[in-house]
């Protein structure tokens, strides 16, 4: 288990998307609230592809 995550730069993102355990997606625009989301602190997988498309992928641990 890895105590130390590395930060999740949201600067370059525009839109997170929240895969739920279970198969729905939750899509969350950034616009104005990414100082209220903190990735670091949920247990599982992020995959950052806001450089290509805007976009940060949550895959929460059991889903990942």
């Given amino acids: ?3 130390f995550f590395s930060p999740v730069d949201l ?3 525009s839109t ?3 895969h739920v355990p279970g ?3 939750l899509t ?3 616009d104005g609230v990414e100082e209220y989301i903190d ?3 949920e247990m599982g997988h992020v995959c950052d592809t806001s450089d290509i ?3 940060v ?3 929460p641990r059991g889903n990942a």
């Fill in 28 to 30: 969350v625009n950034l």
């Fill in 16 to 18: 997170i998307v929240y």
């Fill in 39 to 41: 990735l670091e602190l």
């Fill in 53 to 55: 498309d805007g976009t």
């Fill in 57 to 59: 992928h949550f895959f």
């Fill in 11 to 13: 600067s370059a993102a």
């Fill in 1 to 3: 288990m890895r105590v």
């Fill in 23 to 25: 198969g729905p997606a």
